[in-house]
C-alpha cells in the first residue's frame, strides 16, 4: 500500500483524527520520560483543552482552535505514540491516556477549570478525565463522541493487527488493544461533575466501516441519545448533512464551545 493509499484509508476510518499536515506552531513539551507535541494558541481563562480522535492529529482542530483562541487559551495536543509525541507506557487505555493529559497540563501550568472538548474516541477519553478530576472541570463539549457502546458494537470487526496493516500509528494500535480496559473505565466513569455539556452528532454516514450506511448512522444516534440521557441538562446538537471528520468545520460547533467560555467567566 502506498502512502497515499494509507493516507486515504485512514481518514475514512471512524474514531481517526486526520494528521494531514504539520500544526502552525508546534512544541515538545517534556513531562517525566516523555516528549509530547503540542500546540498552544491564545491567552485567557478559562483554557479550552481538545482531545482528538483516535489517531490524534492536531491538524484536524486548526479552524476550531484558531476560531476560539481568539477569545481564549486553547491547548491541542498528541497523545503519546501519535505524532511526535514519545510512545507511552502500556496499557494505552482511557484512565492512563487522561492521568497522562493532566500531568501535561500541570508541567506546561495550565490551571484549571478546563472546558474539554473531545471529539470521536476523545469525547470518551474526556469524560473519563472529567470523572477522575470533577472538580477541574468547567464545561464538556462532546464533538461526535465514540461511546463504550459504540466500541462494543464495533471491537469486533478489526484486530489491532489489521489497523497496524492499514498504517494505524503505534499510538492507535496500542490503544486498540486497550478497548476492552477503556470500555470498561468509561461505563464505570459516572458520575459526571455538573457542568454544562454539549454533545454534537452528525447524520451523514461517512461511508466507509464503522459509519458506511444510513442503518450506521441510526445506531450511532441512538448512543448518543443514550450518553445524553444520563447527563442532567445536557444539550444535544444533531447535524443531518455533516459527516464524522466534517463535523470538525461546523460554525456551530466554535459558537457553543465560545458560549461556554462566556457562561463560565459570567460566573465567576
Do not use: C
Not at 180 to 207: C, D
Request: aromatic share 6%.
Amino acid at each position: 500500500m502506498t502512502r497515499s493509499q494509507i493516507v486515504g484509508a485512514m481518514t475514512m476510518l471512524l474514531l481517526a483524527g486526520v494528521a494531514l499536515s504539520e500544526p502552525a506552531s508546534p512544541e515538545l513539551v517534556q513531562v517525566g520520560n516523555l516528549r509530547v507535541e503540542t500546540k498552544i494558541e491564545g491567552m485567557g481563562n478559562p483554557p479550552v483543552i481538545l482531545e482528538s480522535g483516535f489517531t490524534g492529529g492536531l491538524f484536524p482542530w486548526g479552524p476550531i482552535q484558531s476560531a476560539v483562541a481568539k477569545q481564549t487559551l486553547t491547548w491541542s495536543y498528541e497523545r503519546a505514540g501519535l505524532g511526535r509525541s514519545d510512545p507511552g507506557p502500556n496499557p494505552r487505555a482511557a484512565e492512563q491516556i487522561a492521568r497522562e493529559l493532566h500531568a501535561l497540563l500541570a508541567a506546561k501550568a495550565i490551571a484549571p477549570p478546563y472546558i474539554l472538548v473531545g471529539h470521536s474516541a476523545g469525547g470518551l477519553f474526556v469524560r473519563v478525565f472529567a470523572h477522575l478530576y470533577p472538580k477541574e472541570i468547567a464545561g464538556l463539549v462532546l464533538v461526535d463522541p465514540a461511546t463504550e457502546v459504540d466500541y462494543e458494537r464495533i471491537l469486533k470487526d478489526k484486530t489491532a493487527e489489521d489497523l497496524q496493516k492499514m498504517g494505524m500509528p503505534s499510538g492507535g494500535v496500542e490503544q486498540w488493544r486497550a478497548l476492552p480496559e477503556s470500555i470498561e473505565q468509561a461505563r464505570h466513569s459516572w458520575p459526571l461533575p455538573k457542568v454544562p455539556v454539549v454533545v454534537f452528532t452528525s447524520g451523514k454516514p461517512l461511508g466507509q466501516w464503522p459509519l458506511a450506511t444510513p442503518e450506521d448512522m441510526q445506531k450511532w444516534l441512538e448512543s448518543h441519545n443514550k450518553l445524553v440521557a444520563r447527563i442532567p441538562g445536557a444539550k444535544h446538537i444533531v447535524i443531518e448533512n455533516v459527516d464524522h471528520l466534517g463535523i470538525l468545520k461546523e460554525d456551530v460547533v466554535v459558537e457553543r464551545i465560545l458560549k461556554m467560555v462566556r457562561d463560565v467567566r459570567a460566573k465567576k
